[in-house]
């Protein structure tokens, strides 16, 4: 994707980011111990929302480090699946409502969303799972929303 059709922080052709989808038994302490081996291997939370169920609980995470990440889970044997997903900057009191309506607009279904753990300056920043991530971009870029990278989060440490 040429930049000059997208913003994005920075000049960078991939705008998707890897959400990882970590399957859990729903036990007391797998949390704890997941997010224990992480931080042991200096791998960093950026996101994180918890779906529960009675014996499941799916994590959704975003990591600093995605291929140190998906390592680690291989290497634990932990189950999961990864997800292409659009981090969006909040500039102002109204930008979740007007992403959400320029989506909206281009009949895009966003499936789920959870904010970061970080900011890019005073900003918040949103993850969003779409329908159609190639036409969310183009929507968003068009109205003037920053995209963020995997690169853009590493330096957000």
Not at 88 to 105: V, Y
């Amino acid at each position: 994707m040429p930049q000059a059709n997208y913003q994005t922080a920075r000049a960078y052709d991939r705008i998707f980011s890897v959400q990882f989808s970590v399957f859990l038994s729903n036990r007391v302490g797998q949390l704890k111990e997941m997010l224990d081996l992480f931080a042991r291997e200096a791998v960093r939370v950026l996101g994180i929302s918890i779906v529960d169920s009675t014996d499941w609980a799916v994590i959704r995470v975003l990591f600093d480090d995605p291929t140190k990440a998906r390592q680690i889970l291989r290497n634990r044997s932990l189950p999961f699946t990864e997800s292409e997903v659009l981090l969006a900057e909040l500039t102002g009191p109204d930008s979740l409502a007007s992403i959400c309506a320029h989506l909206l607009s281009a009949e895009i279904n966003v499936h789920f969303a959870y904010p970061l753990m970080i900011r890019r300056g005073e900003n918040p920043v949103m993850v969003f799972h779409v329908d159609d991530h190639v036409l969310a971009v183009q929507a968003l870029s068009r109205h003037g929303f920053t995209l963020l990278t995997d690169q853009d989060l590493a330096d957000l440490q």
